[in-house]
């Protein structure tokens, strides 16, 4: 019995390190490092400061904010390396491999242990959770919480253990902290107690009041941040869907019933064409043959649930580009199924069984290879290809054209006139590899964050001017346009370079 442990350790670990080679595989160029990432740096960093934090970014809901815990775990991260995102990088792609092992104990009380080792692989190799690793952000974190939520819940029902519902609460509460979002996994919860009561176990009082009191720990901050900004949150959601009839039931977007399975299938399972429509179909012959099987149709039913919990969100989602974390974990049963699947075909032939896996292999290191060189897709940072390696080699060059001369800088940057990115390379990385830092010259939008002095009088500003534009995704045509024009009329080019997607022109005064 203890060496069976011992293997199946050995063959984890193995899945593990697996799943950590592939989320490492073009570190460091693949930083992405933008906007969002720059403010969130700020804020985390400003506790150190003994500036308290109860409420988080703003989510995409008006009036709506995430939570603010996340801020105390990066801030911690990036004391200890004095402020480089680089070390955040390396702790979130390691934090998501994890999930290997959580998707094993998941897979493992469902099922058996061999499904549980190739959804593991299947979680290593997976494009989706590679994209989620390399995301400097808060919903990065929710990838481990939502499956402790589901671990809980497996516990619960399928082994009969009370100590499912602590660690469901527990999970709950974190992926409501770290992604707002995810308040819907309440009505997932509240779903599994009503479809599986037949399955509960007998609770005790303590039991009850201990899970309480985790889930209330766990969102303590959103409970703080309602009543210190009279309920804004409660306001705003309301407000939202009383007034926007286009956000209720009849407003619903029933294609992403389709679109948003097949995405998960195209991100984790199979990306070539036609073969993801026939992984789609055989999905659901899968789920079907579940039900019709005795022994299977509660497994069945669960593995359902779970699924559409990461898919009716997206109902209210109208955008041609669904972003990835409204429901983050929701593709997690299409892998335990895929799992299954190939180890039911290996009872038949392994060689079959081990096709199968390197088709999936395959198909998300095409993808991987695709896109995760140029860091996190549009899916989950709409502006693409803002890497922290072209933004250092960018500065680099500007120091080395201005040979310690002062120089202004200047960008076209997404948000529009927003300056919070520069400004923090600026800070943590120009002003202690070089001494100092330029003046902002021109237009910088007031209450973001950022300290480089800003200064729009264009007589003021040294002789050496450097404009930035960012990479264009996200940015109308006719900024640009307008950019150009506007600096063309006091600063001529004297020489455009690229960095990525990174133009930098220096200008010199007309």
Excluded at 14 to 25: D, G, H, N, Y
Excluded at 369 to 387: A, E, F, H, W
């Amino acid at each position: 019995m203890k060496s069976q442990k011992s293997e199946r350790n050995r063959y984890l670990i193995l899945i593990f390190f697996l799943a950590v080679i592939v989320r490492f595989l073009y570190f460091p160029k693949d930083i992405y490092f933008a906007y969002d990432q720059a403010r969130d740096a700020y804020v985390s960093q400003e506790i150190f400061a003994g500036d308290m934090k109860i409420q988080g970014p703003p989510a995409s809901f008006p009036g709506v904010y995430h939570g603010s815990v996340f801020y105390y775990l990066f801030g911690v991260i990036y004391y200890l390396a004095n402020g480089s995102p680089i070390l955040l990088a390396m702790f979130l792609r390691a934090y998501n491999a994890f999930g290997v092992f959580l998707i094993f104990l998941i897979s493992k009380i469902l099922f058996d242990n061999r499904t549980g080792y190739v959804a593991g692989i299947i979680y290593a190799l997976s494009f989706e959770q590679s994209q989620y690793a390399l995301f400097i952000g808060h919903p990065a974190l929710a990838v481990l919480t939502v499956f402790l939520f589901y671990y809980g819940l497996t516990k619960l029902f399928f082994e009969k253990k009370e100590s499912g519902l602590i660690i469901t609460l527990l999970g709950l509460g974190l992926s409501i902290q770290f992604h707002i979002a995810l308040i819907f996994l309440i009505a997932t919860f509240i779903a599994c107690l009503i479809v599986f009561r037949s399955r509960l176990p007998r609770i005790n009082k303590n039991t009850y009041i201990y899970s309480t009191l985790t889930f209330f720990l766990c969102t303590l901050t959103y409970t703080l941040s309602e009543f210190k900004f009279g309920f804004n949150t409660i306001k705003s959601l309301s407000d939202y869907f009383i007034f926007n009839p286009e956000n209720s039931i009849y407003g619903m977007n029933i294609k992403n019933l389709y679109l948003i399975p097949l995405r998960f299938i195209e991100h984790n399972l199979i990306s070539f064409p036609k073969l993801s429509y026939i992984t789609f179909l055989a999905t659901v012959l899968a789920l079907v043959y579940f039900l019709k099987q005795k022994k299977l149709r509660t497994i069945g039913v669960f593995l359902i649930t779970w699924l559409l919990s990461g898919v009716l969100p997206y109902l209210f989602e109208h955008s041609s580009l669904t972003i990835y974390y409204y429901t983050i974990g929701g593709s997690i049963p299409l892998l335990i199924i895929a799992a299954y699947i190939v180890t039911r075909i290996a009872k038949i032939g392994r060689i079959l069984a081990y096709g199968f896996v390197v088709v999936i292999l395959l198909s998300n290191l095409r993808l991987i290879n695709r896109y995760n060189r140029n860091g996190t897709t549009p899916s989950i940072n709409v502006q693409d290809k803002m890497l922290l390696s072209d933004e250092l080699a960018a500065i680099d060059y500007l120091y080395k054209k201005s040979d310690g001369t002062p120089y202004s800088v200047y960008a076209l940057t997404n948000p529009y006139k927003i300056n919070t990115t520069w400004s923090y390379i600026f800070e943590w990385y120009a002003r202690r590899k070089y001494g100092f830092i330029p003046v902002w010259g021109g237009d910088a939008a007031q209450g973001f964050k950022g300290n480089l002095i800003v200064n729009t009088h264009q007589s003021e500003l040294p002789d050496l001017k450097f404009t930035i534009i960012e990479p264009r995704r996200g940015i109308p045509e006719r900024l640009v346009e307008k950019f150009q024009v506007e600096e063309g009329y006091f600063w001529k080019v004297t020489e455009e370079k690229s960095f990525g997607e990174i133009i930098v022109q220096e200008r010199i005064r007309k």
